[in-house]
């Protein structure tokens, strides 16, 4: 039982008690004799037992709502209890934070990372450009080497050496060209008069096409085709060679004179025209990727091309191939900077071919200029010789 259903209990039963026994005035006792009320006793007794119960009652309840009591101190348990969880829950989002921050910072490392290393992939058209570059400047040393040869075997005919048709005189040079003629590139006209039998290539040695085809000539026969038309083209009969007093007198030292002009003339001109015919002799190999391009191009793929045939394919890899404008799209910026600076390149390799094609036609303008300022330049009348005695 509680405090306080002891306190009611204790109340009821003295209250009872009165009404039962209804305390009185007490009565007269004989003289000198004490009265004793013990009913009052009792009852002040009850009453003072009450009040103290009352007043602990009361000091119990106090030390329970005081600043140390039971409930004080739970609700203070409570109220920190409350706060711990909200210190749990504040670390917690803190870690949550902490935790997306490096996982985010993580992701985009490996963003940047996987930009950088796309950035410095090597693009398949990066590739395909240092091999067109390798073809071109092997093509080109190639070029060199043919047109070189050509040209030695040209000086030498057209200055009419030992062992050339015109150091026999102009009769054997004619007849040797003729007979070329007849042996590579016999007509049907000329067949039908009974001089040759027709060949596959009829007057090729006369026509434009031999020299400018599609970039590379159909291999050996395709060559000379082309050398035998510039031949045509420049000196098809070369002079019989001077020899003997023809050499000697003195108007043979001014014949030679002139013929040393008129060879160095001719070599300029077939020089001019060699270096046309090398750039398109089959020289350096031909790669698969530069095969289909032909294909795609409408030409006839070949397995060894040409300095300008490997030129003229890099040239419009960049300009018509699909393939390229495809990758072109989804190019990284940094492979984009490449590509142009590759374009760059190319477009320097073709300005210094076409600054070294200008120092030759410079060349020709200036014997033009030399050959018509020396036909102009003729004496009014015959002077008489000086007298250098004095």
């Keep these: 039982m509680n405090r306080a259903s002891l306190l009611t209990s204790t109340t009821l039963g003295a209250l009872l008690g009165a009404a039962v026994f209804g305390a009185g005035p007490a009565l007269s006792q004989a003289a000198g004799m004490p009265v004793t009320d013990y009913l009052s006793i009792a009852i002040s007794q009850t009453m003072q037992a009450i009040q103290n119960t009352m007043s602990n009652t ?55 990372n996987a930009a950088i290393r796309d950035e410095h992939v090597v693009n398949s058209q990066h590739c395909a450009h240092i091999d067109n570059g390798t073809t071109i400047t092997v093509g080109a040393g190639q070029s060199w080497k043919v047109a070189t040869s ?108 002139r013929r040393r002009e008129y060879e160095a003339r001719m070599s300029l001109a077939r020089s001019v025209l060699n270096d046309a015919l090398a750039s398109q002799s089959p020289s350096v190999p031909l790669n698969a990727a530069q095969q289909q391009q032909m294909q795609n191009e409408g030409l006839t793929p070949v397995t060894t091309g040409s300095w300008f045939q490997a030129l003229q394919l890099d040239v419009h890899r960049r300009y018509s191939d699909v393939n390229w404008s495809a990758q072109l799209q989804t190019m990284t910026p940094a492979a984009v900077q490449r590509e142009i600076a590759n374009e760059l390149a190319v477009t320097n390799y073709l300005l210094l071919e076409h ?19 020396d036909h102009n330049f003729q004496p009014v009348v015959e002077l008489p010789t000086p007298n250098m005695a004095n």
């Design 150 to 257: 050509i040209q030695g075997v040209g000086d030498q005919r057209g200055e009419a050496l030992q062992g050339q048709p015109a150091y026999y005189g102009s009769s054997q040079a004619i007849e040797a060209i003729n007979q070329l003629h007849l042996a590579r590139y016999c007509s049907a006209d000329e067949a039908a008069a009974g001089l040759c039998s027709t060949s596959q290539r009829p007057n090729a040695d006369q026509r434009a096409s031999s020299l400018f085809g599609t970039g590379t000539y159909d291999g050996q026969d395709g060559v000379n085709a082309a050398n035998d038309y510039v031949t045509n083209l420049s000196q098809p009969i070369v002079p019989a060679a001077l020899r003997g007093n023809q050499m000697t007198s003195l108007i043979g030292r001014e014949a030679s004179v």
């Design 355 to 373: 600054y070294r094609v200008a120092i030759k036609n410079a060349a020709v303008n200036a014997t033009h200029l030399a050959a018509d300022t």
């Design 58 to 112: 009361l000091t119990a309840i106090t030390g329970q709502l005081g600043a140390n009591g039971p409930l004080a101190l739970l609700l203070t348990q409570g109220f920190t209890q409350n706060a711990n969880y909200s210190k749990a829950q504040v670390s917690a989002q803190q870690q949550i934070a902490d935790a997306t921050n490096l996982s985010m910072t993580r992701v985009q490392r490996d963003f940047r």
